[in-house]
């Protein structure tokens, strides 16, 4: 079911939310191929189109000067919000997260990464917390990208560094040390809090993946 020899694993459609759940126990992320069918993220895009197409570039390199960010998806898609109840999402966060008492949606996006942009600082995602120092092991988050297109390493795919949930914190990374989530378009990635990862930089030529991360 799963093929670690590339350091992500990987699952296939037909894997259990346990199973999600043991891989982002062991590596801090997994990847389950060809989830939804690619024309049902074509139309979550098309819905969004109007949207995405009055969305400004990011203020700062780490938003990305040449990265769109569009939010509020739920309000704005209906099929975002099928995506978001998806059965496995749900699945596989609730037991990555059976810890807590609860859990609940943090935010949405759909990111447009342009062409020309630079690479994102390495960094983990629950450092949007930082005002409350997390124990080692204890995730506070556990979030999806979705493939609207096909991810690959020279149009942006997010590059992760697997097992890096377990290390200490405010380490510094480069690009150069991380794997990209190269997937394709209807794939999904799971990903904890703790992971260190970032956006990858494209060439000036190439137009970049777009994603949108309903689960966070």
Known sequence: MSDRAMGIPRLSATASGSAIAAALRDEGCAIVEGLVSPALLERARDELQPYLD????????????????????????????????HPLILSAVGETLQHATS???????LIAIGSGERGQTIHRDQWAFDFFPFPSGYEVQCNTIWAMTDFTA???????????????????????QAEAAEMPAGSVLFYTGALYHGGAPTPPTTCAAASTSPMR
Request: proline share 2%; net charge positive.
């Open 154 to 176: 020279a149009n942006g795919a997010t590059r992760l560094l697997p097992g890096s949930h377990r290390l200490a914190d405010r380490l510094e990374f480069t690009h150069a």
């Open 103 to 109: 859990f609940q949606l943090h935010l949405t996006q």
């Open 54 to 85: 009055a969305t400004a570039f990011g203020t700062d390199a780490f938003a990305g000067r040449r990265t769109r960010r569009t939010g509020a998806l739920i309000a704005r898609s209906a099929t975002c919000r099928e995506l978001i109840i």
